[in-house]
C-alpha cells in the first residue's frame, strides 16, 4: 500500500495542524497506522498508532493529551490532530502502516509501509 502524508506547516507554539495519511488501496482498512516523527539530528520516534478499525489508540508519553489519531476508512485516510504544540515537536512526521502485528505496536520495524514525510515547524 502506498501512503501519503501531508498537512505539515510553520506554526506557532501553542497553534495545531492536522496532519493527513491518504493511502492507495481499499485495503487500508486492514492495516493499522502508525505516526512517526524525526527531528533534526535525533532518531526517528514514535508518535501515535491506531488499530485498523479504529477501536484502540496508543500514544507516546510525550504527546498524549494533546495529539489525537484518528482514522476513515471510507476514506482510505488516517489523521494526526496536534494540538498545544510545543517547539519540541518540530519534525518531519511519517505515516506507516502495519498490516501483520495482532496489537497496536510502537515498534517501527512491526511496519511493511512507509509514507514520505511532511515537515512540521513549531516556532517558539
Known amino acids: 500500500v502506498q501512503l501519503q502524508a501531508s498537512g505539515g506547516g510553520l506554526v506557532q507554539a501553542g497553534g495545531y495542524l492536522r496532519l493527513s495519511c491518504v493511502a492507495s488501496?481499499?485495503?487500508?482498512?486492514?492495516?493499522?497506522i502508525g505516526w512517526f516523527r524525526q527531528a533534526p539530528g535525533k532518531e526517528r520516534e514514535f508518535v501515535a498508532a491506531i488499530s485498523s478499525n479504529g477501536a484502540t489508540t496508543f500514544y507516546s508519553d510525550s504527546v498524549r493529551g494533546r495529539f489525537t489519531i484518528s482514522r476513515d476508512n471510507a476514506k482510505n485516510t488516517a489523521y494526526l490532530q496536534m494540538n498545544s504544540l510545543k517547539s519540541e515537536d518540530t519534525a518531519v512526521y511519517s505515516c506507516?502502516?502495519?498490516?501483520?502485528?495482532?496489537?497496536?505496536?510502537?515498534?517501527?520495524?512491526?511496519?511493511?509501509?512507509w509514507g514520505q514525510g511532511t515537515e512540521v515547524t513549531v516556532s517558539s
Open positions: 506507516a502502516a502495519d498490516g501483520l502485528s495482532v496489537a497496536v505496536t510502537d515498534y517501527e520495524g512491526d511496519y511493511e509501509y
Open positions: 488501496e481499499r485495503t487500508f482498512s486492514t492495516y493499522a
